[in-house]
């Protein structure tokens, strides 16, 4: 099983594209547990995450959470702000394994 992990300012804008990367995960047959939380609880869930996606309004933390991110081995990256704008599950989906995928 792989474990997606989002973060956002408060962990609600991100519900939404949590549900609509499970629906995606789920018609692709792809065994995931996505979920998301507030910035101040990355440091408590990131070591239960195989990939950490960002929202774009938390860019400013990339280099101090990559930090962390190293630490305990886990991907990160900014979620593209088109794809968390439109609420493109898919897309949110395919780039967090892709980051899987690279470190394979």
């Given at each position: 099983m792989?474990?997606?992990?989002l973060a956002?300012s408060?962990g609600?804008?991100?519900s939404?594209?949590v549900s609509k990367?499970k629906e995606?995960?789920?018609?692709?047959?792809?065994?995931?547990?996505?979920?998301a939380?507030a910035?101040?609880?990355v440091?408590?869930?990131?070591?239960q995450?195989?990939?950490?996606l960002?929202?774009p309004?938390m860019?400013?933390l990339?280099?101090?959470?990559?930090?962390?991110?190293d630490?305990?081995?886990?991907?990160l990256?900014?979620?593209?702000?088109?794809?968390?704008g439109r609420?493109?599950?898919?897309a949110?989906?395919n780039?967090?394994l892709e980051?899987?995928?690279?470190?394979?």
């Amino acid at each position: 099983m792989k474990h997606i992990l989002l973060a956002c300012s408060a962990g609600m804008s991100t519900s939404l594209l949590v549900s609509k990367m499970k629906e995606v995960a789920e018609e692709k047959g792809i065994d995931v547990k996505i979920w998301a939380v507030a910035q101040d609880k990355v440091t408590k869930d990131i070591e239960q995450a195989d990939v950490l996606l960002i929202g774009p309004q938390m860019r400013f933390l990339k280099k101090k959470l990559a930090k962390l991110a190293d630490e305990v081995n886990v991907h990160l990256d900014v979620i593209d702000p088109t794809a968390y704008g439109r609420i493109d599950g898919e897309a949110v989906l395919n780039r967090a394994l892709e980051l899987m995928e690279e470190a394979n």
